[in-house]
């Protein structure tokens, strides 16, 4: 079992700067994706940012490209996600991924708010 705690969500105004942390604990070796989603109210979850522990291959949504930068930190545990330039569309609650062996695991989500 994978144990995956987010911190650094909050409210924030547009324009403005959050940086979200992933911790994960438990059985980690095995690790091979972490990553982040997100999911809006009445919308399914999407992905944000993808990042792939061996070789470092890093996906991000189009609609993040340019503003959440691509860190040398992103395949490391703890995994950040650097968001600046924030929009109101950016509201959602976002939640850490691993894969491990082929298995999803998940956190409990923290939520951002981006007022206009």
């Known amino acids: 079992q994978v144990q995956l705690v987010e911190s650094g969500g909050g409210l924030v105004q547009a324009g403005g700067s959050l940086r979200l942390s992933c911790a994960a604990s438990g059985s980690i070796l095995g690790i091979n994706v972490m990553g982040w989603y997100r999911q809006a109210p009445g919308n399914q979850r999407e992905l944000v940012a993808r990042?792939?522990?061996?070789?470092?291959?890093?996906n991000y949504a189009d609609s993040v490209k340019g503003r959440f930068p691509n860190s040398s930190d992103n395949a490391k545990k703890p995994v950040y996600l650097q968001m600046n330039s924030l929009k109101p569309e950016d509201t959602a609650v976002y939640y850490c991924?691993?894969?491990?062996?082929?298995?999803?695991?998940w956190g409990q989500g923290t939520q951002v708010t981006v007022s206009s």
């Open positions: 991924n691993s894969v491990r062996w082929g298995v999803n695991y």
């Open positions: 990042f792939a522990s061996s070789g470092g291959s890093t």
